[in-house]
């Protein structure tokens, strides 16, 4: 599985990318950074540091826009720390950015491969629009494309309708799903919507199972009665740092009475993209809205074809949990433990 990954790296986005070098059989052939969570520049940072940290730095780090289409860029440092990595502090990488534009990096990507790499977006979708006006043959040159955004039976979590990716960028969002409006359905995005993602709802046991899989001589003991902001004290590494950025999700969640769990949307969407999870879908047309101010980002699926218009996504309408944060233990705690 040959994957591009384009992110905000942002905690769930960290995990996804975590998740993808621990599998031997996911070829990581570009990771590009979008602003979102926090600016490019500390995207692109975030990653370098994170492929170091998994002992990937073999995978190319670019940058491609460092603002949205349209509107001015909201980032979130409440919800991801002000570096978008919670209280995780990551070593500065040793190396450096592609010299190369995220967007030509992806377009000559898929044009010297045709049909053979997925598109993973698990940011906004300003970079990839970009790509798509550079190079319409997107949806023909790609094998699959999957992204994480969206809110259609389900209440928004940046504001009553929309969801935070889309709302972000709304009008790269509105373009990426009508350059799909008449493929095969084989080619239609896959989307993971909040209803799905939310699903995906860390817990602190989680953590410490992740722990025990790596090797971990003490166990890794996050509770919600502990004072904000402790630091793990785990021996290895990548553990500690994972802990770190998940205390600070906890903490977000709780102040938010959503409890002391952490949705990881990000990595249910790179599960998908490697195909290491059971999910079903449901064939829609999505339509973004980009005017009404109280409804711009909010995202909205025929899924009848009242609309009369051509499909352009499926979006995830079933996923299995449990199977999911057993994955991730299993997954990622093996790589912990290779890295000691």
């Not at 591009?4 to 790296?9: A, H, Q, R, S, Y």
Request: hydrophobic share 45%; net charge negative.
């Amino acid at each position: 599985m040959s994957l591009l990954l384009d992110c905000d790296t942002g905690i769930d986005d960290a995990l996804a990318l975590i998740y993808l070098c621990s599998q031997p059989h996911v070829e990581l052939v570009a990771v590009t950074s979008t602003p979102g969570n926090v600016d490019a520049d500390q995207v692109a940072r975030n990653n370098l540091a994170l492929l170091e940290l998994c002992g990937r730095p073999d995978v190319p780090v670019a940058v491609g826009a460092r603002a949205p289409l349209r509107v001015p860029l909201v980032t979130t440092p409440d919800t991801h720390g002000p570096q978008g990595i919670g209280y995780a502090e990551l070593p500065q990488a040793r190396r450096t950015l592609e010299p190369s534009d995220a967007v030509d990096l992806w377009i000559e990507a898929a044009r010297s491969r045709p049909g053979e790499l997925t598109a993973l977006l698990t940011a906004p979708l300003t970079n990839f629009a970009l790509a798509l006006r550079a190079e319409p043959r997107l949806p023909e040159l790609l094998k699959g494309v999957v992204i994480m955004g969206g809110a259609f039976f389900y209440q928004g979590n940046t504001t009553p309708t929309a969801e935070w990716n889309t709302h972000v960028d709304p009008h790269a969002a509105a373009e990426v799903f009508a350059a799909f409006a008449g493929q095969p359905e084989d080619r239609l995005p896959i989307v993971c919507a909040l209803e799905t993602t939310e699903r995906i709802e860390m817990h602190p046991e989680h953590l410490a199972a992740l722990a025990e899989a790596a090797g971990c001589n003490e166990p890794e003991l996050v509770r919600p009665g502990d004072a904000g902001g402790l630091r793990s004290r785990a021996r290895n590494g990548l553990v500690r740092h994972v802990s770190d950025m998940l205390r600070f999700y906890f903490e977000f969640h709780r102040l938010y009475d959503q409890g002391y769990v952490a949705h990881v949307h990000d990595y249910f969407a790179a599960t998908v993209a490697a195909g290491t999870t059971r999910f079903a879908t449901r064939t829609a047309t999505v339509h973004v809205e980009t005017e009404a101010p109280r409804l711009v980002g909010t995202t909205v699926a025929d899924f009848r074809g009242l609309w009369g218009e051509a499909p352009n996504a499926r979006i995830v309408s079933e996923n299995e949990p449990a199977a999911a944060f057993a994955e991730f233990v299993s997954s990622v705690g093996a790589l912990a433990r290779r890295l000691g």
